[in-house]
């Protein structure tokens, strides 16, 4: 009786099975419709549109749940030029995470890069290659070149040089008794480099500050022949030489005299502020040297300096001055 009842619930248990009784089995979450699904670039960015159209009306928990499923694992696109294969992961990431709007981005951002793929590039008109060609003949562009002959034959001695270092240094890292002795012969020749430089460079100083100050060294003409020269400019018609002239004569006058020290450093203005205003410890000047020297002085920068014509009557006017200097023309 035991056994018959065991069968007979046993029996009962199979008839009541869902499959038995012909009642559908529910699908595990998380599976994936296909693999694999294959497209071409057209048909790749329907279908990206079509995903992304389902995703712009905010799709319910368990709509993006049916949509995730709905997905292959990879999306495999041909071209003409090759096949590529795209996951399906980070899309079905924001799907498990019910991001409808990350998801939707990232599937726009897909269609836009496939899109930009496989647009047509637009041939290159003749303006633009003529521009292209104007740009590149520039000045800036003028170093962009080949290397020369001589750059290459100079990067071959260096990589030559460097070689050649290389294998000296693995030498002496292989030998550090050697190594020392190298290293401290090149220390002692840089040192000894440094003393000859020093020492040649104190002892040029020392030859330069033993030299006797130099007395200084003046123009050999006199207050007559300045006068001579000024006359013979005059005589052929260069009255801009003949002012000069004469104005030199009335500076050697006044060194002449003591007014002004011999120093033909000076410029015009410097000897000009010597008579109007002697510092301490120069020799004083005579009223009657200032206005004379400042009418040479301003002739002399209107006429040499600037560069102005001069006519008989600056030479005139600068003999004039010259005679209240001191200066006999007789």
């Known amino acids: 009786m035991i056994c018959c009842l065991f069968r007979s619930l046993v029996l009962l248990s199979i008839l009541w099975t869902p499959a038995a009784s012909g009642e559908p089995q529910e699908q595990p979450s998380g599976t994936i419709g ?14 990206l549109h ?16 049916d949509l995730r499923d709905s997905l292959p694992r990879r999306w495999t696109v041909s071209t003409p030029e090759r096949t590529y294969s795209i996951s399906s ?13 990350k998801a939707r981005i990232w599937v726009q ?16 008109s003749p303006q633009a290659r003529a521009q292209l060609d104007r740009i590149l003949a520039g ?10 002959a001589w750059e290459l034959f100079r990067r071959r001695i260096e990589l030559w040089l460097e070689q050649m270092f290389l294998r000296l240094f693995g030498a002496i890292g ?3 008794i050697g190594g020392r002795i190298l290293f401290w ?3 002692v020749v840089a040192v000894g480099c440094i003393a000859l430089w020093l020492f040649r460079f104190l002892s040029s100083r020392d030859r330069i500050d033993s030299l006797p100050p130099s007395a200084s060294i003046f123009a050999s003409r006199t207050w007559q022949e300045w006068i001579r020269a000024a006359r013979e400019a005059a005589s052929r018609g260069d009255f801009r030489e003949a002012v000069h002239s004469a104005y030199w004569a009335g500076i050697v006058r006044l060194e002449d005299s003591g007014v002004v020290p011999k120093d033909r450093t000076k410029t015009p203005r410097e000897y000009l502020r010597i008579v109007s205003e002697p510092h301490p410890g120069e020799l004083a000047s005579r009223p009657s040297h200032r206005e ?11 006429i040499w300096y600037a560069n102005r014509a001069a006519g008989p009557e600056d030479f005139r006017e600068s003999l004039r001055q010259l005679e209240a200097l001191g200066c006999p023309l007789e």
């Open 139 to 148: 000045s800036e562009f003028a170093g962009v070149r080949p290397p020369s």
């Open 174 to 176: 292989r030998h550090p």
């Open 109 to 124: 951002r897909l269609a836009t890069e496939v899109e930009s793929f496989s647009a047509t590039p637009v041939a290159s």
């Open 50 to 65: 079509r995903l992304s159209a389902v995703l712009e009306k905010n799709p319910s928990t368990n709509e993006m749940a």
């Open 292 to 302: 004379p020297l400042a009418a040479l002085t301003s002739r002399l920068e209107r």
């Open 89 to 101: 992961e980070p899309l079905r990431n924001q799907l498990t995470a019910l991001s409808s709007q």
């Open 185 to 187: 012969l090149l220390a």
């Open 34 to 47: 296909s693999t694999n699904a294959a497209y071409d670039v057209p048909s790749f960015s329907a279908e």
